[in-house]
């Protein structure tokens, strides 16, 4: 269960995609979220997803394995969902019922933002899922470093976050552990209120967070133990450079962003 | 029957370019009150196998038994298992989270929806068990050393009082002193209490002393399995899937290689003493 979290998860297969320069895909990334929020109409949205499912061809992962990402935000989405639906005014009255009132505008602003956010989550897991940890943080630490003049610590940012996504599997693998120790104790995390649930996380959360600490220790440990000190004057064993296969995804991104502010 | 296991196999991650098989085709029995042991390299599926015997895992295929139950059958209580199935895993001390000693190890009873009376009951003892000083009860068990807190965390195990009690290499990062004490209090339960031990070891020299029959995984089958004596007399085919004999009996083979004519199906250093004495008695002594 709690694997099937995809958010920061590697799907190693060999794709166009796979293969492109992560700061293509990290800048072609930002060009959709920008795009998506462009979009107010539904036939927008139409062409996103078409656009979006025949991007996940391409990248070969299934389209199964993408839809799974959508499962830890189901509770989000259904919250901004309902919130829009009731608290939206403008339109003609649908329904109404004492203090409560459900209009028109509200149910569209609530169904697209519903779709904004869905198509946001698969849209960047289309990210993380074609390109591996060390790629990502190497593109990211090479497009902020036209911002270190104006003191953006770009090397260190990007050590941050290659860490805190390698950090994610483990922790979920600890999490799984944890559980199933607990749960030969005679553990039980699915019945009972919401008090009771919640007390029943404490015997996961506790060890949870000491093994953290204890891990988050040790690495940094190693890291000195092999003498980093940062990114000054660090050389790289792959150096990134853009092909031409880069050239044209920018050329279909430019088009995508182009079509979406059009309609 | 204590543990009864057919054509047992598990997939983990089907259907996406993660899958592994971690075990396969597995048939084993183990009897009420066996001492037994599980052998194998690293990533040889001994982990996935103990989580089979609780039901912490469904397998993909095939039946696991417990007392003759089955248990993924419909309208098995699964906590009444893990109560007769008590699993010990590796590094336990990790999973320690409460305040004092004694919480922790009230937890598993707890659960059990007992009495407060049999619940000091069983944590006092489980605690005696494991051989944890009474000073430590109401300490933090944050403040206790490794071995101590490997034993609190065996305790919260034993407290549930299972029928069978399986070890994830529990001595794994203990000292000499502490290997010893751990493994002379497993065989006194299962001695006196008749208790069924499934053991996994990557030391030989343990599983000669203690297991009376041995497991052996390789790559998610079960290569060979039998009584101890029976699966070291394999020898040298052992070292071809990453294991190796109990120590003594590479002491014994070169002697032989040396001259001695002597026998070399040894377990135990105790083992090799009395068959070296008994060659040189009849020997006249050393030339």
Redesign the interface.
């Given at each position: 269960m709690i694997?099937d979290i995809t958010i920061g998860q590697y799907?190693?297969?060999a794709s166009p995609v796979h293969r492109l320069d992560p700061r293509t895909k990290i800048l072609l990334t930002f060009i959709y979220i920008i795009s998506l929020f462009f979009i107010d109409f539904f036939i927008g949205y139409g062409f996103v997803v078409v656009a979006l499912y025949a991007a996940i061809n391409v990248t070969r992962v299934?389209i199964k394995?993408m839809l799974k990402g959508l499962r830890g935000i189901v509770f989000i989405l259904l919250f901004t969902v309902v919130l829009n639906i009731f608290f939206t005014p403008g339109g003609r009255v649908l329904f109404s019922w004492n203090f409560i009132t459900v209009t028109e505008g509200g149910v569209k602003i609530a169904l697209m933002m519903g779709a904004r956010l869905i198509l946001l989550i698969i849209g960047s897991s289309i990210l993380t899922l074609t390109t591996s940890p060390i790629e990502l943080t190497d593109g990211i630490e090479s497009l902020l470093n036209p911002f270190r003049r104006i003191g953006v610590p770009a090397h260190e940012i990007a050590m941050m976050m290659s860490i805190s996504l390698r950090f994610i599997p483990i922790l979920l693998e600890e999490t799984d552990?944890?559980m199933?120790?607990?749960?030969?104790?005679?553990?039980?995390f699915e019945t009972g209120n919401i008090v009771r649930r919640a007390k029943a996380m404490?015997?996961i959360?506790?060890?949870l967070f000491?093994?953290a600490f204890r891990r988050a220790e040790e690495l940094a440990m190693a890291m000195e133990a092999r003498c980093y000190r940062g990114g000054v004057g660090r050389t790289r064993m792959n150096s990134l450079q853009y092909k031409r296969r880069d050239c044209y995804a920018f050329i279909i991104g430019t088009l995508f962003m182009i079509v979406c502010f059009i309609l | 029957m204590a543990i009864k296991i057919s054509g047992l196999t598990h997939i983990y991650?089907p259907g996406?370019?993660f899958q592994k098989t971690a075990l396969e085709d597995i048939h084993l029995e183990v009897a009420d009150g066996e001492f037994v042991g599980i052998i194998g390299h690293t990533g040889s599926g001994k982990s996935t196998l103990i989580?089979m015997f609780?039901g912490?895992l469904r397998p993909t295929s095939g039946e696991v038994y417990i007392k003759g139950k089955n248990i993924h059958e419909k309208g098995i209580n699964k906590?009444e298992i893990?109560?007769q199935v008590?699993?010990v895993?590796q590094y336990?001390e990790?999973?320690?989270?409460e305040m004092t000693v004694y919480d922790d190890v009230a937890?598993?009873p707890k659960?059990?929806g007992l009495s407060k009376e049999e619940i000091d009951e069983r944590v006092r003892y489980a605690l005696e068990a494991v051989g944890l000083d009474k000073k430590y009860y109401e300490k933090s068990p944050?403040e206790l050393s490794g071995g101590q807190k490997r034993r609190v965390a065996i305790a919260?195990?034993l407290a549930?009082k299972p029928d069978i009690l399986i070890l994830d290499e529990p001595t794994a990062g203990l000292d000499p002193k502490g290997r010893t004490s751990l493994f002379n209090q497993l065989k006194q339960m299962h001695e006196e209490l008749k208790l069924t031990i499934v053991l996994i070891s990557h030391s030989m020299e343990d599983m000669a002393k203690y297991a009376e029959k041995l497991i052996v995984l390789y790559k998610g089958k079960i290569a060979y399995q039998g009584t101890t004596r029976e699966v070291f007399k394999e020898g040298r085919k052992l070292e071809a899937i990453g294991l190796a004999m109990p120590q003594i009996r590479y002491i014994m083979e070169e002697l032989k290689a040396r001259g001695m004519n002597i026998g070399t199906e040894v377990l135990t250093v105790e083992e090799a003493a009395d068959l070296i004495k008994n060659y040189l008695r009849n020997a006249g002594g050393v030339k």
């Open positions: 694997r799907y190693p297969v299934p394995f552990k944890i199933k120790a607990q749960m030969a104790r005679g553990a039980d404490i015997p959360m506790v060890p000491i093994s | 991650n996406t370019p989580q609780n912490l906590n893990r109560q008590g699993l895993f336990p990790y999973q320690l989270f937890f598993g659960n059990l944050f919260g195990v549930m």
